[in-house]
């Protein structure tokens, strides 16, 4: 090998290996021109929804951030929101003579391009983009939703910056006036989501693989930007530890339990042997945030503990757990979001390992 040739191997092995380096650290740009979200302004950041209370509507941005914000009902004596948003809805900044959003739809990190959907009419999402990234070696995946045009392609790698689409109203319910881009980060519970979702839902058509919006449980985007702002050496795994824990279940082992393999960090005391049930920590919303080992032997997923609240908690957890103390349990889709995490050998033929 030449010197020339060699100094050219060595220089492309350099930037690759910064590339790469650079992909440990969590390294996050909003993905449009609207940065209220940096000055602490949401009114000019978020898309408003419109919202009915005692037959009175209002139209909040606060309906667009990240959490349960959606969906008010008198409980208890006190207003409690319902439904879960799992991103965060951008409003655009640009529009042209007809009303349309022009605004682009860039990636908030390096990665590749996983998965796109261009039928505007094959979920609540729209068209939209999932790109994955990988930090400190596991993997997560930003979401970008309501699209007009999509400008990529699975299998692409893309820069921070780099164009992903148009921001547009496609998907159910999303009209020119509430234009918006949808936009989430995600750990992904389980490459084997296509043949749960053909057991619980036989009669609904996946058309999005493994990049179905329920295979994808959000964090707190807009409260994770911030963060960065403050410590830029912040991580994933230490964001989520200031999560609040909201219930646990124990869940069998599985020969197959990936979500402790695809993050290690959740895993807490792990044994030498192995374990015979897992211990999870979950989020209201249903994300999980810790794991751990146990030696009591359960047959299907149980409640091991429940925040105290004065609500049922069908309404405080997306309808995975019901009722309060020591009556709470796990309702038929917090099974289902179980068997999902735990068990893909029950799924059918071919999917024990």
């Known amino acids: 090998m030449s010197g020339a040739v060699r100094l050219a191997a060595l220089f492309f092995l350099a930037v690759t290996a910064a590339a790469y380096a650079e992909d440990d650290r969590v390294n996050l740009a909003l993905p ?9 302004d949401g009114a000019a950041f978020y898309q408003v929804v419109e919202r009915n209370l005692h037959g009175v509507i209002s139209y909040p941005w606060q309906g667009g951030q990240y959490g349960f914000v959606r969906d008010p009902r008198e409980l208890g004596g006190e207003t409690v929101y319902t439904r879960f948003h799992e991103g965060m809805d951008i409003s655009p900044l640009h529009r042209d003579a007809k009303g349309e959003p022009l605004d682009e739809v860039r990636a908030m990190a390096g990665g590749e391009v996983v998965y796109t959907s261009e039928h505007a009419g094959a979920s609540n999402y729209g068209r939209y983009v999932v790109v994955e990234h ?5 993997p997560y995946y930003s979401l970008y939703a309501h699209l007009n045009t999509i400008a990529v392609a699975p299998g692409q790698r893309v820069k921070q910056g780099d164009k992903l689409g148009v921001m547009g109203h496609t998907g159910s319910g999303i009209t020119r006036e509430r234009a918006h881009v949808h936009v989430e980060l995600n750990l992904l519970l389980s490459s084997h989501f296509e043949a749960w979702h053909e057991k619980f839902f036989p009669t609904e058509i996946n058309r999005h693989g493994i990049y179905n919006g329920i295979n994808l449980a959000g964090l707190d985007l807009p409260r994770l930007f ?26 069998p082992n599985s020969p197959d339990f990936e979500l402790a393999r695809r993050y290690p960090w959740m895993v807490e005391g792990l044994p030498n042997e192995n374990p015979v049930s897992w211990e999870v920590s979950f989020a209201r919303s249903g994300l999980p945030l810790r794991i751990a080992p146990s030696h009591r032997a359960v047959q299907t997923a149980e409640i091991l503990w429940l925040k105290s609240t004065a609500i049922d908690a069908r309404y405080l957890t997306r ?10 349990h796990l309702t038929e889709s917090g099974k289902g979001l179980m068997q999902l995490l735990s068990s893909p050998e029950s799924f059918g033929p071919g999917f024990a390992r």
């Open 134 to 138: 990988r930090w400190d070696g596991c």
């Open 319 to 328: 309808e995975n757990v019901a009722g309060r103390g020591t009556s709470a």
């Open 32 to 40: 449009t021109d609207n940065t209220a979200l940096l000055r602490g």
């Open 226 to 251: 911030l963060a960065l702002r403050s410590d830029s050496s912040l991580t994933i795994p230490a964001f989520l530890r200031g999560e609040e824990i909201f219930y646990r279940v124990l869940v």
